[in-house]
């Protein structure tokens, strides 16, 4: 039988996780006053939870202690909607898409839908399809100050590419290069903690750019974690 102390830690690292909801909900007050710098500092905010969170679960073995709760589906009900309904609302928000275009904003919303119900969505070692990133990339979007029509070329370019199952790097658990991948996590995150400080300051740009470093880094290595996958479940000859 399983101890109370150890049931109360386990709750603890659930309500953990479920920061993200009053986090998200405060972003939302955010978006709607528009203060650009407190949503995207609780937007920060809520990833920083949400990349710290398993490694808790899986030292306090959630699963094992509390069976009958999902945690998994608490993490996916928080992701939707810091990572997929809040960035669709900030397009919206922020005038990112061209004039008449703003119910594009639900290509996202439907395109991480689908990705967030495939069984496989998730394996050991990768997100499969293209994980929603939208916090990012609507943070890139936003410094870069590219244009409307750009902007929704791109939202859907990776839209498209959610329902393409490549093995995209799972950053915490993917074996290869994981050490490198983590350094560089940790610098590239810092960086988009200074940007999310003032997003349409006179250097944004240039950080910008420069912090792109890791997404580049980031679709390499994928490259070549999907070679690896798709050769290791080839079938032998």
């Not at 993490?75 to 005038?95: E, H, K, S």
């Not at 560089?184 to 349409?200: E, F, H, K, P, Q």
């Amino acid at each position: 039988m399983v101890g109370g102390g150890r049931r109360a830690v386990a709750w603890a690292v659930h309500a953990y996780t479920a920061l993200g909801l009053p986090l998200a909900l405060w972003a939302t007050v955010a978006l709607h006053r528009g203060e650009v710098r407190t949503f995207f500092l609780t937007l920060c905010a809520a990833v920083f939870v949400d990349a710290t969170d398993g490694f808790l679960a899986r030292a306090v073995r959630v699963k094992e202690v509390l069976p009958a709760f999902d945690g998994r589906r608490l993490d996916d009900i928080v992701d939707f909607i810091t990572f997929v309904f809040l960035p669709a609302m900030a397009i919206v928000r922020f005038g990112l898409f061209p004039a008449g275009w703003e119910i594009a904003a639900a290509v996202p919303l439907l395109a991480s839908a689908y990705g967030f119900c495939q069984e496989r969505a998730k394996t050991d070692e990768s997100f499969v399809g293209f994980p929603s990133y939208w916090n990012i990339g609507v943070l890139y979007l936003v410094a870069l100050g590219t244009d409307p029509w750009t902007n929704l070329g791109i939202i859907t370019f990776f839209a498209a590419l959610v329902f393409v199952p490549v093995h995209y790097v799972y950053p915490t658990r993917t074996r290869m290069l994981r050490p490198v991948t983590i350094a560089l996590g940790y610098v590239w995150g810092a960086l988009m903690v200074v940007l999310s400080l003032d997003v349409t300051a006179p250097w944004a740009r240039t950080l910008a750019l420069g912090s792109l470093f890791y997404p580049a880094y980031y679709f390499l290595l994928s490259g070549l974690h999907h070679a690896r996958v798709a050769r290791d479940e080839a079938p032998e000859a």
